[in-house]
C-alpha cells in the first residue's frame, strides 16, 4: 500500500509541473503578443498621410456635390478599404527572435518560400549556391530583417526591370540591392532585395563595414516583392516551397 505522505507529495508535484506548464502557455501567448504589436513603419509616414489627405478631400468633395446618394457611400467605402490596405502594408510589426545560435539563419520577410533549390550564382560568389526566395504579397508586411549575426562586407545596387517577383527571373533582371553578410563562423551568404511588377523603391538600411545582428531592420520594399537568400551548398534548409513564412521570426536554415 503506498504511503500517504508519499501519494500527498506525488499530487503536490503533479499539481506543481501542471502550473509550470500553464504559466509557460501563458507567458509564450502573452509573449507573442507582445512581438506582434504593430506600428507604423518610417517609410510609410509620408505616403500615409498624403493619402488619407486626398480620400478625405475627394469624399468630401462628393458629398457636398452628390450628397448622401449610393455613389458616394460607394467610394467611401472603397476609401476605407483603401486606407485599410495601406496601413497593413505599411505596418512594422515588432518581433524578437531569442533562440538565436551560431550559424542560425532567419526569414528576412513575411511572405511564401517560391524556390528552394541550387543556382548557379555569377555576381558575387561566382559558384554554386542554394537559393531560397520569399515572396511578398500586398498584404504582408514589407519591412526587411536582417537574417544572420555577422558582417556586412558588401552592398550593391543593380537597376533593372519591375517584372512580377515570383517568376524565376525576377532575380537577375529586376531592380535589386544586394548585401552580402560573413557570418561569425567565417561562412558568406547574400540576401536580395528585388523590386516586383508593382515595386518602385527599395530602401536598404545595411551598410559594408556594420555588425549586424538577427532582430535588427535590412530594409523595406515598396508594393509587391521578394527577398532572396544565397546560402552554401552545406547549409541544413528548414523550409519547403509554398510555405508560409514570418520574417524575424520562422527559421531558414542552419549553417
Not at 548585401?179 to 561569425?184: A, G, K, N, Q, R
Not at 559594408?208 to 545582428?213: M, T
Not at 508594393?223 to 546560402?231: E, I, K, M, T, Y
Amino acid at each position: 500500500m503506498r504511503n500517504p505522505v508519499e501519494s500527498r507529495l506525488s499530487k503536490i508535484k503533479d499539481h506543481t509541473v501542471n502550473y509550470l506548464k500553464i504559466k509557460k502557455k501563458f507567458y509564450l501567448c502573452r509573449q507573442n503578443a507582445i512581438d506582434e504589436r504593430m506600428k507604423i513603419h518610417r517609410e510609410g509616414h509620408k505616403i500615409i498621410l498624403y493619402t488619407f489627405g486626398i480620400l478625405i478631400l475627394v469624399n468630401l468633395t462628393l458629398y457636398r456635390a452628390a450628397g448622401k446618394t449610393l455613389f458616394f457611400y460607394f467610394f467611401l467605402f472603397l476609401s476605407i478599404g483603401i486606407a485599410a490596405m495601406i496601413i497593413n502594408f505599411f505596418r512594422s510589426p515588432n518581433r524578437v527572435f531569442a533562440n538565436c545560435k551560431p550559424g542560425t539563419i532567419v526569414a528576412p520577410a513575411d511572405g511564401t518560400v517560391v524556390v528552394v533549390e541550387e543556382v548557379d550564382e555569377n555576381e558575387y560568389f561566382h559558384d554554386k549556391r542554394l537559393q531560397v526566395s520569399i515572396f511578398m504579397s500586398l498584404f504582408n508586411a514589407h519591412v526587411n530583417w536582417i537574417p544572420c549575426n555577422g558582417r556586412i562586407i558588401d552592398y550593391q545596387y543593380q537597376r533593372g526591370r519591375f517584372m512580377a517577383a515570383y517568376l524565376p527571373k525576377s532575380s537577375a533582371e529586376n531592380e535589386r540591392a544586394t548585401v552580402i553578410i560573413e557570418l561569425d563562423n567565417g561562412e558568406k551568404i547574400l540576401a536580395r532585395q528585388i523590386a516586383g511588377a508593382m515595386a518602385k523603391r527599395i530602401v536598404t538600411y545595411a551598410k559594408p563595414g556594420e555588425y549586424c545582428r538577427i532582430n535588427q531592420q535590412l530594409g523595406f520594399i515598396k508594393f509587391g516583392s521578394r527577398v532572396d537568400l544565397l546560402l552554401p551548398l552545406h547549409a541544413d534548409v528548414k523550409v519547403k516551397p509554398d510555405e508560409g513564412v514570418k520574417g524575424n521570426r520562422t527559421p531558414i536554415a542552419e549553417i
